[in-house]
């Protein structure tokens, strides 16, 4: 018997047992490199077909309390899913300020140098989570995933994330007039003619509309 | 408890948590889905925190390891909202393992070429990431393959083919394994000591891979 064996082993009583064995601290515990791959490769063959454990009440509130599982569930109810948490963490891995971010992705989407500041607000904004996410671009995430290493399928999902599990907004009350609604409707109307009074806002540039103008931009 | 005959359950008290959730899903019931789902990916946690560590055997650090969990989890967490349409645990465990170990790999490789670009930090900006992670994610396509049933990949039907062909002396071992019990009730049930145990249980697991290969190979 080895010490491979042995280890993978109580990695599985410890599975089975709800206990929840930490892959890592078995790897650390075996002798040399190749000792580690073979119980990796074991532990992870393992993994593959073994029955879910019996966990407690005690073991899903601790799973439930780890951070990235806190980030996920908080995530569902985020208007940008995941977004807030997740740019931020792939940017610091990447050792990039967001700056820095934007000056990779000028050149990369093909816009000028001049749009740099600009595109940095844009991305301040999109870690804050002020941007809709099913509005920014392909071509934008595909960049930021290249740079940021992730992919943009990832990406595109951590922004949407949770939105399936979220009621369906309300709709909105519609109320009918009691008494005399002349006054209301003159009202309304002087602000819709103020409105259309006002010039026509400029349109979309191009880095307008790699981040708000939609999947196909 | 009998070493033979029944075949190894997998996940058999999360089938009911999937069952619900799939139930809701069809229903629209967003409040029960969301129950479910919490419940899920609970129990799926650990799993993919496991399958991401023996992918990059240890060698990402810390906080490279919780990127990519954190991401596996968004990816699984998000495809089992959407788009799975498995009615089985086996094949949602297949399926997760599939994803947490290709979004593995791809922050592996994310890691070297940072690493590399930090190297040449010093000479400026222009080492570029030309080498980052293609776009093309083949997680994407394994789960594709898993929806479209393309590929009898629940792990259930795994164990139900490869079982019988394990060797005499290593299967009785593994089925008190998928059957929860500890090397020391295995060695009272099958009467061998416990270094005999542990070694039967490890080469049996090795039998399993061999086989998996040639599984996922027909």
């Known amino acids: 018997m080895t010490d491979a064996d042995l280890l993978l082993s109580e990695f599985i009583d410890a599975w089975n047992g709800g206990r929840r064995p930490n892959v890592r601290e078995y790897l650390k515990r075996t002798a040399d490199d190749a000792a580690r791959d073979d119980l990796a490769d074991a532990i992870d063959a393992w993994l593959q077909v073994a029955p879910a454990p019996d966990y407690g009440a005690d073991a899903r509130a601790a799973i439930r309390a780890e951070p990235a599982v806190q980030h996920v569930f908080a995530a569902v109810d985020a208007e940008a899913g995941l977004w807030p948490h997740a740019l931020p963490v792939l940017r610091t891995r990447a050792r990039l300020s967001v700056a820095q971010l934007a000056a990779h992705l000028v050149p990369r989407l093909a816009l000028h140098a001049t749009d740099e500041e600009r595109t940095a607000d844009y991305l301040e904004r999109l870690e804050r989570g002020e941007l809709e996410p099913t509005r920014v671009s392909r071509r934008l995430l595909q960049a930021l995933g290249e740079v940021l290493g992730a992919s943009p399928s990832t990406l595109a999902d951590a922004g949407i994330f949770g939105r399936t599990l979220r009621p369906a907004a309300a709709g909105g009350a519609l109320l009918r007039a009691e008494g005399n609604a002349g006054d209301h409707v003159e009202a309304d109307l002087a602000v819709l003619a103020c409105a259309a009074a006002e010039p026509v806002p400029p349109a979309l540039d191009a880095v307008d509309r790699l981040f708000v103008g939609g999947r196909d931009a | ?218």
């Open chain 2, 1 to 218: 408890m009998s070493a033979s005959g029944e075949r190894p359950e997998v996940g058999r008290h999360d089938n009911e948590h999937l069952r619900r959730f799939v139930a809701a899903r069809e229903a629209g019931d967003v409040i029960e889905m969301r129950r479910w789902w919490e419940e899920l990916v609970i129990s799926l946690n650990d799993r993919i925190d496991g399958v991401v560590a023996a992918a990059h055997r240890g060698r990402l650090d810390d906080q490279e390891h919780e990127t990519a969990v954190a991401l596996a989890l968004v990816r699984v967490g998000t495809r089992l909202m959407d788009t799975f349409i498995g009615v089985s645990m086996g094949e949602l465990v297949n399926a997760t393992c599939t994803l947490a170990r290709h979004i593995c790999i791809d922050v592996q490789r994310a890691s070297i070429s940072e690493r590399q670009r930090s190297r040449s930090l010093d000479a400026g900006w222009d080492a570029d990431v030309e080498d980052r992670p293609s776009a093309r994610w083949e997680a994407d396509e394994a789960w594709a393959r898993l929806d479209r049933r393309e590929r009898s990949a629940d792990t259930a039907a795994f164990l139900d083919w490869a079982m019988p062909q394990v060797s005499d002396t290593h299967r009785p071992v593994l089925e008190l394994t998928f059957h929860g019990e500890p090397v020391a009730e295995i060695c009272a049930e099958l009467h061998i000591s416990e270094a005999n145990a542990h070694q039967r249980r490890s080469r049996g697991m090795k039998e399993l891979v061999k086989l998996r290969a040639q599984y996922d190979r027909s």
